[in-house]
């Protein structure tokens, strides 16, 4: 059965130092990947996604993700954070004939200044 | 630009007061999904249209209906909302129902029970 685990509900960086929101899933047939962000009190915005092709992807805000078959990974990563950058990320997966999104449980980025 | 617009962006309704919820898009998309969100979790799925065709998620309470009258609008009904029901509400669309296809969301509507 698929699944989603964020490590960390909270992930605490300084203003200028790197990002990295982790997320492990589970599939048993080759997973699409998406990561969302959400700020306080409003929708999910689409960072960026992997369906096929190469491996890294990079998605908007100066953000990217790796996927890694191998440690069923999709970490989210941004080389220098900037205080807008405070919100909520979610990973979420599709595979197969299951269109429906399976979310993790969100991790909170808290920008120190 | 095209989007997905939610109204209104907060809503304040009484314990058993019938609630209606809006969602319109002009992204031409033929799936449109409810979820709701409690703080501090995931978007929780309960249901979804694709083009007219109504899909219900097996734990979605009865209290909550939906109507979809044409491709832009969809409709979220809380029959008799109790203080549980209190969250935000995000309308989703997509393209099609392949698993390779993003979902493009709403500001969401807050909704707060009195």
């Known amino acids: 059965a698929q699944s989603v685990t964020q490590l960390g509900s909270h992930v605490s960086v300084s203003e200028g130092a790197l990002v990295l929101l982790r997320c492990n899933y589970s599939?048993?047939?080759?997973?699409?990947l998406f990561w969302y962000v959400q700020y306080p009190n409003q929708g999910l915005q689409l960072l960026l996604k992997y369906t096929t092709g190469a491996t890294l992807v990079k998605g908007i805000n100066g953000f990217e993700a790796e996927f890694k078959k191998s440690e069923t990974s999709f970490h989210l990563t941004k080389p220098s954070a900037h205080m807008s950058d405070a919100a909520e990320y979610f990973c979420a997966v599709s595979e197969g004939s299951n269109y429906q999104l399976i979310w993790g449980a969100g991790t909170k980025l808290i920008i120190k200044p | 630009d095209a989007m997905v617009i939610q109204n209104p962006r907060y809503q304040v309704t009484q314990f058993g007061k019938p609630v209606t919820l809006s969602c319109s898009q002009t992204?031409?998309?033929?799936?449109m999904y409810w979820y709701q969100q409690k703080s501090s979790q995931a978007p929780k799925l309960l249901f979804h249209y694709y083009d007219k065709d109504f899909n219900n998620e097996a734990d979605t309470p009865d209290n909550f209906q939906s109507r979809r009258p044409n491709t832009s609008f969809c409709f979220l009904d809380i029959r008799s909302p109790g203080l549980g029901d209190a969250a935000m509400y995000l309308c989703?669309?997509?393209?099609?129902?392949?698993?390779?296809?993003?979902?493009?969301f709403g500001d969401g509507t807050r909704l707060s029970i009195l």
């Open positions: 989703a669309t997509s393209r099609e129902t392949s698993s390779n296809q993003p979902q493009h």
């Open positions: 599939s048993s047939v080759p997973p699409y």
């Open positions: 992204l031409n998309h033929n799936v």
